[in-house]
């Protein structure tokens, strides 16, 4: 991944990184800033989850996909 992106909500450079291994993910590049609108914001954006969940989302793209941009499940700190 030579290209260097960033997030367009909050502009920080997108973190290359792996899917987990037979997930069916290859190249990733993820938003890491803990600021970020979405990763900040997501604490309700999960339906049904318990309001003590430290599940989040942050904005990813699937690199081997054409860069499609997807919410990834992340954990929060509480």
């Not at 989040?56 to 699937?62: K, L, N, T």
């Amino acid at each position: 991944m030579a290209e260097q992106r960033c997030c367009p909500h909050c502009g920080v450079a997108l973190t290359p990184t792996i899917g987990p291994p037979d997930s069916g993910w290859g190249d990733l590049l993820v938003c890491e800033n803990n600021e970020c609108v979405v990763f900040s914001g997501s604490k309700t954006d999960i339906r049904y989850k318990p309001s003590d969940s430290p599940l989040g989302c942050r904005y990813a793209e699937d690199v081997d996909g054409g860069y499609k941009s997807f919410n990834m499940l992340a954990f929060r700190g509480m």
